[in-house]
């Protein structure tokens, strides 16, 4: 009998303990509700942790395949652009796990989610005047072609070979929709 209680007393330990990590876990400061402007609010408060006075717009926010990671694409002070890795949580929220920004128009990086490694084609494309990128990575093993032409905010994913294992690239050549190339 007094082991039995031990046992019960065991296991309803074990799920306090349980239910106080998913608590934990799920309003953890950067953890948001899956909708836009929930999404640019938490954004905001990431990018401006402790005291920053930056202005952050999300553009665009998309899943990649069907994997627990997603994409956010944002504008800060309408000049510069960046973008966010989230995971996806319990109660479908969404953890932001890390941002990076910079000032050229259209980047290039890996992205690693559940299922695997995927490259990450992202950017803003003003008045349409890129019709395609051309991806080359270091190695010369990966060579690729996308077609932006109908898109403002680029952001596309694809999912990486087993032989490349990371997105490093050497250049990006932009083209026109006549096939010039195009300095960005």
Do not use: C, W
């Amino acid at each position: 009998m007094n082991m039995k209680k031990r046992i019960i007393s065991i296991m309803f330990l074990g799920i306090i303990i349980i239910g106080g990590y998913f608590i934990i876990l799920n309003f953890n400061e950067f953890v948001i509700e899956n909708e836009p402007t929930k999404i640019e609010e938490g954004l905001n408060k990431f990018i401006n942790r402790p005291e920053g006075n930056l202005k952050v717009k999300l553009l665009k926010i998309q899943q990649i395949d069907k994997t627990d990671t997603f994409v956010a694409i944002f504008s800060i002070n309408e000049s510069d652009f960046g973008y966010a890795k989230l995971e996806k949580k319990f109660f479908n929220k969404l953890k932001i796990i890390y941002t990076s920004s910079g000032s050229a128009k259209i980047a290039y990086k890996d992205i690693e989610t559940n299922k695997g490694n995927y490259g990450l084609l992202f950017g803003l494309n003003p008045q349409f005047v890129i019709h395609t990128v051309q991806i080359n990575n270091l190695e010369g093993t990966h060579t690729q072609k996308v077609d932006v032409s109908n898109k403002e905010v680029i952001l596309v994913a694809d999912k990486l070979s087993k032989e490349v294992e990371k997105a490093i690239t050497s250049k990006l050549l932009f083209f026109d929709k006549e096939g010039n190339e195009v300095v960005e």
